[in-house]
């Protein structure tokens, strides 16, 4: 298929710049992709269309404060950091991006906070925005990722926009600015993670976790519906441009998974019980088809998946799926429409512009289903 395809017109005032008010309170469309019927319903109506013993997947990532800045040696620049990965733990090797990357060049030194105590050379570029970093400090190495943690932000995507500056004469102005910082501060934190977020290693949310309530998990839990988890750690891939217009052509970013022996025995529960298996998220579906076999099995693995997937496509593990409304052009929506199929979703991403449908990681919510 051609990149072009999946192009639509998204006003720009439906991406979504903040949370709804609580976790299950966004919008919930239903697609049901055997008649390309759509319902038009909120989260806990979801339980309404699984039965006991069917399988909710989840991912347990847990989002780190990637987004950092930093001063440059000599010119006092200000340089933001976001940091990929870490490399070598005690060697404090990282995988990062600088912005702006024409001033970063292999030798120079950055410094973090107002103390200095935290300095990292650039040793070498690995793409155009990206360097490897070593950090130096007096610290050992896990009060030293416990401190740059504490300089870093919620690595919101650059759609999301918010501004921290605070330039207000008036100190009464200043004081009640100040306020508001610090709760979008707390919104972000609280609210850019899912509720069951335990392993660090993600730079972006798992955006379709992030509706399930502690309610919502009870009320499944109640009906009987399982529920698994495994981790996927979101990379910045998630929201690259893609540059061909021949998807056969495409390349997505590698991803670090992992699957443990608990997840593996409850899809293969739930497929010898003739129950549906539902992936929360892209990522998790990305992973899953990466290493099932034939019959739709899976087992035990850690590793990394580039894994791209877009129609035309026939899926082994999962029969539900529940997700975001993903912007045009983007790797997620191309999945979406493999596993709901193409026509049915781009009349479903029309109607959901035309009703008015939250886009994005702070976005609604669609559940496809038979």
Not at 99 to 117: C, E, Q, S, V, W
Not at 302 to 323: E, H, L, M, Q, R
Not at 343 to 362: I, L, Q
């Amino acid at each position: 298929m051609k990149l072009s395809q999946f192009n639509f017109n998204l006003p720009a005032d439906l991406l979504a710049q903040h949370p709804a008010r609580y976790r299950d309170e966004a919008r919930l469309m239903v697609l049901h992709r055997k008649t390309g019927e759509v319902e038009h319903k909120t989260i806990p109506d979801l339980v309404q269309y699984f039965d006991e013993g069917d399988l909710f997947i989840f991912n347990d990532t847990r989002v780190f404060p990637a987004r950092l800045y930093a001063t440059k040696e000599k010119t006092n620049a200000r340089i933001e950091v976001f940091l990929l990965r870490e490399l070598n733990h005690q060697s404090r090797y990282w995988d990062v991006l600088v912005d702006p990357a024409r001033k970063i060049r292999i030798g120079n030194k950055l410094y973090f906070g107002t103390d200095d105590t935290i300095v990292a050379e650039v040793i070498d570029n690995t793409t155009s925005r990206g360097r490897t970093l070593r950090f130096l400090t007096d610290y050992d190495n896990d009060e030293f990722v416990e401190r740059l943690y504490a300089l870093g932000e919620t690595p919101l995507p650059k759609y999301i926009k918010r501004n921290w500056e605070n330039n207000e004469i008036d100190e009464e102005a200043r004081k009640q600015r100040d306020e508001e910082i610090s709760a979008l501060r707390k919104e972000d934190e609280e609210r850019y993670q899912s509720v069951f977020a335990t392993k660090i290693g993600a730079v972006a949310a798992p955006a379709a976790c992030l509706h399930f309530s502690k309610t919502t998990l009870k009320r499944m839990e109640i009906r009987g519906i399982e529920t698994t988890f495994m981790t996927s750690h979101m990379s910045l891939g998630n929201f690259k441009d893609i540059d061909v217009e021949d998807l056969s052509k495409n390349k997505m970013d590698s991803e670090q998974f992992m699957i443990p022996k608990e997840t593996a025995d409850a899809v293969e529960k739930a497929h010898a019980g003739g129950h549906r298996v539902c992936a929360v998220g892209t990522e998790i579906m990305r992973a899953l088809e990466t290493i099932c076999g034939t019959q739709g099995q899976i087992t035990p693995y850690d590793g990394w998946t580039n894994k791209f997937i877009c129609p035309p496509y026939d899926f082994s593990v999962c029969s539900a799926f529940f997700v975001n409304f993903y912007r045009p052009k983007s790797s997620q929506l191309m999945m979406v429409a493999a596993f709901a199929g193409f026509e049915n979703t781009m009349k479903a991403y029309h109607t959901a512009v035309k009703e008015g449908y939250r886009f994005g990681d702070y976005g609604d919510a669609m559940l496809v289903v038979d």
